[in-house]
């Protein structure tokens, strides 16, 4: 089963910057386990302030992250 497009960015964007879930999880304040499981496609509630601040975090747009934008620059 293919991931979802959060998923793959948001692990794309981690890569990209060369940090584990626990270091990013400790950048935006949230958990690695929340952030393992979206880039699994492995939740079934997802908060907009823990996807926001993973975002800020990456230093990337929402809309990117979400799929709406190519550009990932905010």
């Known amino acids: ?16 910057q060369d940090l584990t879930q626990q270091q990013l999880g400790a950048k935006a304040a949230v ?11 492995n939740y079934t509630q997802l908060y907009a302030t823990s996807v926001y601040a993973l975002a800020n975090a990456l230093d990337v747009s929402l809309d990117w992250l979400y799929g ?7």
């Open 68 to 74: 709406r934008k190519e550009d990932c620059h905010v």
């Open 31 to 41: 958990n690695f386990t929340t952030i393992s499981r979206i880039e699994t496609g």
């Open 1 to 16: 089963m293919e991931r979802p497009l959060l998923g793959q960015r948001l692990r794309k964007a981690r890569r990209e």
